[in-house]
Nanobody, 124 residues
Framework: QVQVVESGGGLVQAGGSLRLSCAASGRYFSSCAMGWFRQDPGKEREFVAGISSRSTTTSYADSVKGRFTISRDNAKNTVYLQMNSLKPEDTAVYYC?????????????????WGQGTQVTVSS
């Protein structure tokens, strides 16, 4: 079992940056692929970025490519999402998720562990 807790959200102006962190507990973290998703009220939860268990593979939604970077530190049981050049349309609750395999998935239903989310608000 892996439990995850997000932090680092907040209010930022358009063009600014934020770094989200996801602290995981559980002995199997280093075997889990991890992902970040986001959800706006009234919308589906969407994939943002994913990273394989050993950081060999990453994947990004087209809307964030070139602006966001996902990384992980298995020694610290932590996943990060560096968000640069933020836009108002990036405003959402951001969720960290893990799955019991080394491979990334962009599909929400294929993730087994979820955090409570952290709010990111980008003002214009």
């Amino acid at each position: 079992q892996v439990q995850v807790v997000e932090s680092g959200g907040g209010l930022v102006q358009a063009g600014g940056s934020l770094r989200l962190s996801c602290a995981a507990s559980g002995r199997y973290f280093s075997s889990c692929a991890m992902g970040w998703f986001r959800q706006d009220p009234g919308k589906e939860r969407e994939f943002v970025a994913g990273i394989s268990s050993r950081s060999t593979t990453t994947s990004y939604a087209d809307s964030v490519k070139g602006r966001f970077t996902i990384s992980r530190d298995n020694a610290k049981n932590t996943v990060y999402l560096q968000m640069n050049s933020l836009k108002p349309e990036d405003t959402a609750v951001y969720y960290c998720a893990g799955r019991r395999t080394f491979m990334i998935s962009t599909t929400r239903e294929e993730y087994d562990y979820w955090g409570q989310g952290t709010q990111v608000t980008v003002s214009s």
